[in-house]
């Protein structure tokens, strides 16, 4: 029974993903202690959603729920590029940081895409001609 109720943690995208929320949280943790309950909150949050709603979309039964989260999950990546972006203008992460998590986010989101191509696919197989 468990092997069916935590099959999203086989999906490679949700591993990946769930190494870059690690990541993620590695890098702000030499924030400026000013940006604790700022920044550093908000990519918390924002970088911990993406595997979370990989999982959840994962346990949902339609195509169309299972794109929503994907959908959410993408907004969240894409929300955390934004803030380590910031991060490296704001000089609190180094070029070599900013290099590495941009190397990170850029296979989450190509996994993300495929993810998402598949279930479009499998949504237009199903619709009727």
Known sequence: MAEVLFSFRKLKVYQEAKSYTLASYALIKNFPPDERFA???QIRRAASSIPFNIAEGSGRYSTKEQLHFVGIAFGSLNETLSQFDLAHDLC?????????IGLRYKRVAYMLSCMRRSLLARENATQPS
């Not at 609190?92 to 590495?100: A, G, K, M, N, V």
């Open 92 to 100: 609190y992460i180094t070029d070599e940081e900013w290099e590495e």
């Open 39 to 41: 920044m550093t909150q």
